[in-house]
Antibody, heavy 121, light 105 residues
C-alpha cells in the first residue's frame, strides 16, 4: 500500500525558512517522480514543484521559483521541500504526491495527508 | 496558464441520486484532465485521469467524459462517501492547474 507522510510544517515569520519532508513507503520510491501541491485559502489547490525520479529534472511554479527547492534522497525514500523567504501567501497545507511515471506528467496519483504551514509575525 | 472553471459551486442531492459535475477549460487540454475528491481534513484522492480512466479502486458508478474544453464527472447512485468537494485538474499545458471545486452536499 502506497503511503506518504509529510512533516515539518509549523508557524514561521515572514522572510523565514522551513524544510518539509515526505516519507514514502509501499512502492519503489526511486522509480517515480514526486511533487508538492499546496492548498491555500487564497488560491485553493496549487501545484508547487515536481522532481523526476533521478532528480535530473525539477520544475517550479512561478510563485515559488527562486525561493523553494525540491530535492529527494532516494536511499531514504524521502522527498524534501526547502522553503526560503516565506511570504504570508505561502501559508496553507502542503501535500506531497506521487506521479505515475519516472518523469513528472502532472497526474497526482497518491497524496499524503499534508502538513500545515503558517506564515505570520 | 490554463484556467479551469467548475460548475455548479454547490450541488445539493440525496443518497441514491445521480450527480453531474462540469469543468470548463480556458483552452483545449485535449483529454489530459483528472478529477479528485476531497473530504474534510483529508487529502484529495484521484478518481479519474485522462478524462475517462478510473484510478485504482474507484467504482464503476463514477465516470468521466469529455475532451478539449468541456468535461463531465458523473456519479450515479450517490453513497455517503460521495458527499465531498470535487476538483478537476489539467496536465496538458504546464503548470498543472486545478479548478476551484464543486461541493456535493
Amino acid at each position: 500500500e502506497v503511503q506518504l507522510l509529510e512533516s515539518g510544517g509549523k508557524l514561521v515569520q515572514p522572510g523565514g525558512s522551513l524544510r518539509l519532508s515526505c516519507s514514502a513507503t509501499g512502492f519503489a520510491f526511486s522509480d517515480y517522480a514526486m511533487s508538492w501541491v499546496r492548498q491555500t485559502p487564497g488560491k485553493g489547490l496549487e501545484w508547487v514543484s515536481s522532481t523526476s525520479a533521478s532528480t535530473a529534472n525539477t520544475y517550479y511554479a512561478d510563485s515559488v521559483r527562486g525561493r523553494f527547492t525540491i530535492s529527494r534522497h532516494n536511499s531514504k525514500n524521502t522527498l524534501y521541500l526547502q522553503m526560503n523567504n516565506l511570504r504570508p501567501e505561502d501559508a496553507g497545507v502542503y501535500f506531497c504526491a506521487k506521479d505515475p511515471k519516472r518523469n513528472p506528467v502532472g497526474t497526482f496519483e497518491y497524496w499524503g495527508p499534508g502538513t500545515p504551514v503558517a506564515v505570520s509575525s | 496558464e490554463i484556467v479551469l472553471t467548475q460548475s455548479p459551486a454547490t450541488l445539493s442531492l440525496s443518497p441514491g441520486e445521480s450527480a453531474t459535475l462540469s469543468c470548463s477549460a480556458s483552452q483545449s487540454v485535449r483529454d489530459f484532465l483528472a478529477w479528485y475528491r476531497q473530504k474534510p481534513g483529508q487529502a484529495p484522492r484521484l478518481l479519474i485521469y485522462d478524462a475517462s480512466n478510473r484510478a485504482t479502486g474507484i467504482p464503476a458508478r463514477i465516470s468521466g467524459s469529455g475532451s478539449g474544453t468541456e468535461f463531465t464527472l458523473t456519479i450515479s447512485s450517490l453513497e455517503p462517501e460521495d458527499f465531498a468537494v470535487y476538483y478537476c485538474q489539467q496536465r496538458s499545458i504546464w503548470p498543472p492547474t486545478f479548478g476551484q471545486g464543486t461541493k456535493v452536499e
